[in-house]
């Protein structure tokens, strides 16, 4: 039974840092890509940043130079280090594990909220 267990969220004041913890049980964890999105208050849930087997990583633009994922295989968890939060990053970040285009699996979700 694949599972994501997200830890790291919390409060925080706006330009202060959160490092978000994603740790994956249950399936070949170094061959997969991972992804954190978010959903901020009332608004769609989008993606903030992926990493693949490869260690490439991709950002959305408005984290661009402020979060960097990264993955250790030896503990099969992926990171998300969020610095100089802004009022606007405030949401529940989830972790993805992407199997295959049709095949993913979503974490509970970890609350971020940056005050402003």
């Known amino acids: 039974q694949v599972q994501l267990v997200e830890s790291g969220g919390g409060l925080v004041q706006a330009g202060g840092s959160l490092r978000l913890s994603c740790t994956v049980s249950g399936t070949s964890f170094g061959i997969k890509t991972v992804a954190w999105y978010r959903q901020p208050p009332g608004k769609e849930r989008e993606s903030v940043a992926r990493i693949t087997p490869a260690y490439i990583s991709t950002y959305a633009d408005s984290v661009k130079g402020r979060f960097t994922i990264s993955r250790d295989n030896s503990k099969n968890t992926v990171y998300l280090q969020m610095n100089n939060l802004k009022f606007e990053d405030t949401g529940v970040y989830y972790c993805?594990?992407?199997?295959?285009?049709?095949?993913?699996?979503w974490g509970q979700g970890t609350q971020v909220t940056v005050s402003s």
């Open positions: 993805l594990l992407i199997i295959a285009d049709d095949q993913y699996y």
